[in-house]
């Protein structure tokens, strides 16, 4: 079958969302087009295998040299498969602040001010602490807190409060300043991802058809009607195919993906359609710019104590006897998201919110896991949550099969520099404490943290993205915005698109349960259209 009533592009974390939801009461034909394959199997499921992931289940997109960094290509992996970027994350469990959507709302974004989210984060969410009024307990979602976190990583969380920074057991409650271990989106030790839990239930429903391994050409337009898809199957020499919508296209392929089908279908700047040969059926500068993502400084200590996760013999042995007891009881240390702990604070005294986010890691990271660190050790991530600097995404070709052009203009402003250049002095003011000497730890990269022009260039040698790339086809209240507040497409008919494209302004924090919210209200959207037909 060819013909559906609605189409979802994309089976990632806001498009596993709007599927499932479509596709639960069993009235509607839905179908789910994703490019990667289904992710239904161990390495994804089993959490500490996440840096295995980096070769798996992954576009590994890299981005345009960066002046900010400089000169550096920066690394940018993307999930590929069902569940999109939730199956290879480190599962951190957060939706940001108050006041991002408060001022989402200030921006011209009516309905979505937090009191207008909330309740979509509670219907997505199984926690297990029960529902309150910040938390729901009966969604497809669930969050669970960590039954094995290193020590280090409660060393940690000890650290800052010997500073006076506050103790924070729920980053998503009242208040979101403070430092503790993070909730993650697992159950019963096991990764949790969107699609585990708005697909895989309703995976065999009759009126729900999932089609992976199938990448999308480009948006059938008629009439100024988006009413089907182009789609490949089977890879390179594979069969082409339209998809139609009857009642219309939900594009949902991420922040990088969704404005490059865009363009490849002539929806975007004209004039950089036209250097590559598409034709333009509607002009939108919006589409692909204002590109933002939260820049990352990772700092990283050796130790003597082999108590954190490292590349040794009695390490490898212990990692080895905890796969195998994750295989029997899905219980140990393969249970960690990794990014064990963290915490929100000011650095800037003027910022409206917290500015700065930590991720404090009970292993040595280098170039993103990538680089393989002899030893044992830790690292503490510091990203600037509001970042000034704006990118842009445009295609490299008019082949679907071409990675996109990403610049994601990384520390081309100085206010994220000055951020920056506090988190990482914070970070290190942190680790100097009491709590944390047990372990004798070294700093990897040591340097005069008190002189701003060696610690600026410190940080243009070593940083880059935390992995939360957002605003590519914002949301607004404007004529020039991609889409409207109710997530349509503006300048073209039968189609919504919902994922952290969207986003008008980054959110302080983790972007995965954000996105999975909008996909909840999209769906929400669009059976409210069907409903005043």
């Known amino acids: 079958m060819n013909q559906y009533d609605y189409i979802v592009i994309g089976g990632g974390s806001a498009g596993s969302a709007v599927a499932g939801r479509l596709a639960v009461d069993g009235t509607r034909q839905v179908c789910l087009v994703e490019a990667g394959g289904r992710n239904n199997n161990m390495l994804v499921k089993t959490p500490g295998f996440m840096p295995f992931l980096l070769k798996n289940s992954n576009y590994r997109y890299e981005t345009v040299p960066q002046k900010g960094l400089n000169g550096r290509i920066g690394y940018q992996p993307r999930g590929k498969g069902l569940g999109g970027s939730s199956a290879i994350n480190a599962m951190v469990y957060i939706r940001g602040n108050r006041w991002d959507y408060d001022n989402w709302a200030a921006m011209g974004c009516d309905g979505w001010a937090y009191d207008d989210v909330l309740p979509y984060f509670k219907k997505a969410e199984a926690n297990e602490r029960g529902a309150d009024d910040y938390h729901g307990a009966g969604g497809p979602l669930f969050v669970s807190d960590q039954t094995a976190a290193n020590a280090t990583s409660q060393a940690f969380v000890d650290a800052a409060a010997q500073l006076q920074l506050p103790h924070n057991a729920d980053f998503n409650g009242e208040r979101q300043e403070g430092f503790g271990i993070y909730q993650v989106t697992q159950r019963k030790g096991e990764r949790w991802s ?7 239930p309703i995976r065999n429903a009759p009126n729900f058809d999932i089609r992976t391994k199938t990448q999308v050409q480009r948006l059938i337009i008629d009439g100024g009607r988006v009413t089907g898809v182009a789609v ?61 993502d939260h820049i990352d400084y990772v700092s990283g200590w050796e130790t003597e104590s082999k108590v954190p996760i490292g590349d040794s013999l009695e390490g490898t ?45 009970p292993a040595v990271l280098e170039d993103h896991g990538r680089e ?6 830790f690292s503490l991530h510091a990203c600037v949550l509001r970042p000034e600097s704006r990118g842009s995404l445009r295609l490299n070709s008019s082949d679907p099969a071409d990675a ?25 003011r942190i680790v100097d404490g009491p709590a944390l000497a047990e372990f004798k730890p070294t700093d990897r990269h040591p340097i005069d943290l008190a002189d701003d022009a060696q610690l600026d260039e410190l940080i243009r040698n070593r940083a880059d993205t935390v992995y939360h790339p957002v605003g590519t086809c914002r949301m607004g209240a404007d004529d020039k915005s991609v889409v409207d507040t109710k997530l349509k497409a503006r300048g073209v008919e039968g189609l919504w698109i919902a994922d952290a494209s969207i986003m008008p302004k980054i959110v302080s924090g983790n972007t995965n349960a954000p996105t999975i919210m909008i996909g909840e209200r999209c769906a929400d959207f669009i059976l409210e259209a069907e409903r005043t037909q």
């Open 232 to 292: 490949l199957t089977g890879g390179w020499g594979g069969k082409h195919e339209i998809l139609t919508a009857r009642r219309g296209v939900i594009l949902s392929a991420g922040a990088f993906n969704s404005p490059q089908i865009l363009m490849l279908s002539g929806i975007g700047p004209a004039e950089h359609l036209k250097e590559h040969g598409i034709g333009v059926k509607l002009d939108k500068p919006a589409v692909g710019s204002e590109l933002q």
């Open 194 to 200: 969107a699609a585990r839990a708005f697909v895989e």
């Open 317 to 361: 042995t212990r990692m080895a006897k905890a796969i195998i007891e994750h295989r029997r009881k899905r219980t140990g240390i393969m249970t960690t998201p990794y990014a064990e702990a963290g915490g929100f604070w000011k650095v800037m005294p003027d910022a409206p919110a917290p500015d700065v986010q930590w991720h404090f890691v």
């Open 372 to 377: 393989k660190v002899k030893g044992h050790g």
């Open 404 to 428: 996109p052009r990403i610049d994601p203009n990384f520390l081309d402003d100085d206010r994220d520099v000055a951020v920056l250049r506090e988190g990482v002095r914070l970070s290190h």
